[in-house]
């Protein structure tokens, strides 16, 4: 009989690793060799996992999202029954952005000439903004009719924020403070229409 592959666990491996590496160097400047490198193979090692340098990146814009996912479950898991959507907001507010896994982001956008980078921009997006509108259907379930935004607007200006914070950090625009009150006050205005 024969053996299991084990492309599937080799890539989940080294895939944080090729991540940072993007987030560090970009697209551009990211070699295969400084990937095998980083992740101590040899080049055909990451050929034999990944077709090209392309579909690496791919999977790294899929892996920010799928990072963002496992850090919110977490924070989810710690809810007793408190308000799912306002504990992801504070903590978001908190530590938006400290992986620096944005910079993959960043780096995708100036390939978006390149059909698939642009498609797998545009799923990742898709994926956060259905998070997050989630998130926001869940918490006004029920609540009152305070003037706020459409769920699906309200979603898309926060990831808007989110991206803004990024900016704001990257170009030293935002001190952490600063980048707290962005996403916490005008993120809690999305919510509930109120920024308190």
Same mark, same amino acid.
């Given at each position: 009989m024969? =053996?299991?592959?084990?492309?599937h666990?080799?890539?989940?491996?080294?895939?944080?690793?090729?991540?940072?590496?993007?987030?560090?160097?970009g697209? =551009?400047r990211?070699?295969?060799?400084?990937?095998?490198?980083?992740?101590?193979? #040899?080049?055909?090692?990451?050929?034999?996992?990944?077709?090209?340098?392309?579909?690496?990146?791919?999977?790294?814009?899929?892996?920010?999202?799928?990072?963002?996912?496992?850090?919110?479950?977490?924070?989810?898991?710690?809810?007793d029954?408190?308000?799912?959507?306002?504990?992801?907001l504070?903590?978001?507010?908190?530590?938006?952005?400290?992986?620096?896994?944005? =910079?993959?982001?960043?780096?995708?956008?100036?390939?978006?000439?390149?059909?698939?980078v642009?498609?797998?921009?545009?799923?990742?997006?898709?994926?956060?903004?259905?998070?997050? #509108?989630?998130?926001?259907?869940?918490?006004?379930?029920?609540?009152?009719?305070?003037?706020?935004?459409?769920?699906?607007?309200?979603?898309?200006?926060?990831?808007?924020?989110?991206?803004?914070?990024?900016?704001?950090?990257?170009?030293?625009?935002?001190?952490?403070?600063? #980048?707290?009150?962005?996403?916490?006050?005008?993120?809690?205005?999305?919510?509930?229409?109120?920024?308190?």
């Open positions: 024969a =053996r299991p592959s084990q492309i666990e080799k890539r989940k491996g080294l895939l944080p690793i090729v991540a940072r590496a993007f987030a560090e160097l697209y =551009r990211a070699t295969t060799a400084e990937l095998a490198r980083r992740c101590g193979v #040899r080049e055909n090692i990451l050929y034999r996992l990944w077709p090209d340098k392309k579909a690496m990146f791919i999977a790294s814009i899929d892996y920010v999202f799928e990072q963002a996912a496992e850090v919110w479950r977490e924070v989810l898991s710690e809810t029954g408190a308000d799912a959507a306002m504990l992801l504070d903590h978001e507010a908190e530590h938006h952005g400290e992986s620096g896994l944005h =910079r993959i982001i960043f780096a995708g956008l100036s390939e978006t000439d390149e059909p698939e642009r498609e797998a921009l545009r799923k990742m997006y898709g994926r956060f903004h259905r998070f997050i #509108r989630g998130q926001i259907v869940a918490h006004r379930d029920g609540g009152g009719g305070e003037a706020r935004p459409d769920e699906t607007v309200a979603a898309w200006a926060i990831v808007g924020l989110g991206n803004v914070a990024n900016i704001g950090r990257e170009l030293g625009l935002l001190s952490g403070r600063g #980048r707290k009150k962005v996403l916490g006050e005008a993120g809690r205005l999305l919510l509930d229409g109120r920024g308190d």
